[in-house]
């Protein structure tokens, strides 16, 4: 099961694109990478996923390296309603369906 | 359509007692998962069933803690005799398969507090 490694915490201001870099080193080649949002007090929810290269979705957009040890969610023009705490996951390579949560990146956007 | 549905969304039980929590999957969802998430922590996965057949619990307790999903009706995770240590929020989750491309749609989870 490829562990993955992000950022514990980040902080941002209102209108500024936001960054959050993954690393997953033991991705397999049937593994797709996923990411989720949760805000406090709330179930998890879907962003993004993507297997290779570029991703891009009304919310956000996935840029994932040849290589794929890495992968970047990208947040355009956050807001205060874009603090969250946002999980990467490798998702799909061994046929488990559970999804497996790290710590995740706690975002805190500022006025 | 209505999302995923968890009741009670609080839940408080005393050491010894048995906590029900019930989740109703999204319409046409037949696979359901559960996880349980600790204060400040990521969500952990519990149990993965599909109507009628648990299909991989690796994630459950081997004591107390039981879940199923029946034909019809909601998925129910039972955990007996609680103790302190359950205390956590439990989250649900659909998927309309089981495909590594099919998202989970997770419902607002149960916040169980053990006095």
């Known amino acids: 099961l490829a562990k993955t490694t992000q950022p514990i915490s980040m902080d941002s201001y209102e209108g500024q694109e936001v960054n959050i870099t993954c690393s997953h080193n033991?991705?397999?080649?049937?593994?797709?990478i996923t990411w989720y949002q949760q805000f406090p007090s709330q179930g998890p929810r879907f962003i993004i996923q993507?297997?290779?290269t570029k991703v891009t979705n009304e919310v956000a957009s996935l840029f994932i390296p040849a290589d794929r040890k890495s992968s970047t969610l990208s947040l355009p023009r956050v807001s205060l309603s874009d603090t969250a705490v946002y999980y990467c996951?490798?998702?799909?390579?061994?046929?488990?369906?559970?999804?497996?949560f790290g710590s995740g990146t706690r975002l805190q956007v500022q006025p | 359509n209505a999302g995923v549905m968890q009741n009670p969304r609080h839940l408080v039980r005393r050491r010894g007692q048995e906590a029900r929590l019930r989740c109703s999957p999204m319409?046409?969802?037949?696979?359901v998962y559960w996880y349980r998430q600790l204060p400040e922590e990521g969500l952990k996965f519990m149990v993965y069933?599909?109507?009628?057949?648990?299909?991989?619990e690796s994630g459950m307790p081997k004591e107390r803690f039981s879940a199923e999903f029946p034909k019809e009706g909601p998925s129910i995770l039972r955990i007996q005799q609680v103790v302190r240590g359950d205390s956590a929020a439990y989250f649900c989750?659909?998927?309309?398969?089981?495909?590594?491309?099919?998202?989970?749609?997770f419902g607002p989870g149960t916040r169980l507090t053990v006095t």
């Open positions: 989750a659909s998927s309309p398969g089981h495909g590594p491309t099919y998202e989970q749609y």
């Open positions: 033991n991705i397999a080649t049937n593994d797709y």
């Open positions: 996951l490798v998702v799909g390579g061994t046929g488990r369906r559970a999804l497996t």
């Open positions: 069933l599909q109507k009628e057949n648990i299909i991989d």
């Open positions: 319409k046409g969802h037949s696979h």
């Open positions: 993507g297997y290779k």
